[in-house]
């Protein structure tokens, strides 16, 4: 399992810097929108699947009869900036943090990896596929919290904090 999460997230490196406000959109399409601040990196950045972008795009369902989990990932190889989300599948708010292996929420940025160390999500809209068990139709929300950075410097491991705000979307172009 964290093999496949490394090679996604390696395929998923991705960094488009955007001017505009990070908050609740109204908008249809496939997007996320956030903002990081810390030490070395504080913008609002965007991901968004238009017709011409190259955006790799990752929506996956998983059931079982003990737990539902849904895998988000958007990335722009062009652009170095990706996101990848994992959730429960249900409306509502959930917390994500660094001891949950399941649930977890991770950030790429000018070739650097971000974590969930406490990222509360609100799932305000979801829609299972009804032709594809696999995937979702449609979701939405957004979060807030803070991710941690890990790098070494001058052999010491050093770790920071960036708070993060944001919100995405993804519709099946068959929804």
């Known amino acids: 399992m964290i093999g496949y999460f490394l090679v996604l997230c390696a395929i998923l490196a991705s960094c488009n810097e955007s001017s505009g406000p990070v908050g609740e959109n109204d908008k249809e399409g496939t997007y996320v929108n956030f903002a990081l601040n810390g030490p070395r990196e504080n913008g609002v950045y965007t991901i968004e699947v ?3 972008s190259n955006i790799f795009e990752h929506n ?8 539902s989990k849904g895998t988000f990932g958007l990335g722009d190889s062009d652009t170095k900036q990706s996101v990848i989300l994992n959730f429960p599948v249900k409306e509502g708010l959930f917390e994500l943090n660094d001891l949950n292996d399941m649930y977890h929420m991770t950030i790429t940025v000018n070739d650097r990896v971000f974590h969930a160390k406490t990222v509360s999500v609100h799932i305000t809209h979801l829609k299972k596929n009804k ?5 979702l139709a449609f979701f939405k929300g957004r979060f807030e919290g803070v991710m941690d950075f890990f790098y070494t410097e001058d052999r010491v491991e050093k770790w920071e904090d ?6 995405f979307q993804y519709t099946d172009t068959s929804y």
């Open 60 to 67: 996956m369902l998983v059931s079982t009869s003990t737990f």
């Open 131 to 135: 032709y594809n068990p696999m995937k």
């Open 50 to 52: 238009t017709p011409n």
């Open 162 to 167: 960036y708070t993060v705000y944001g919100d």
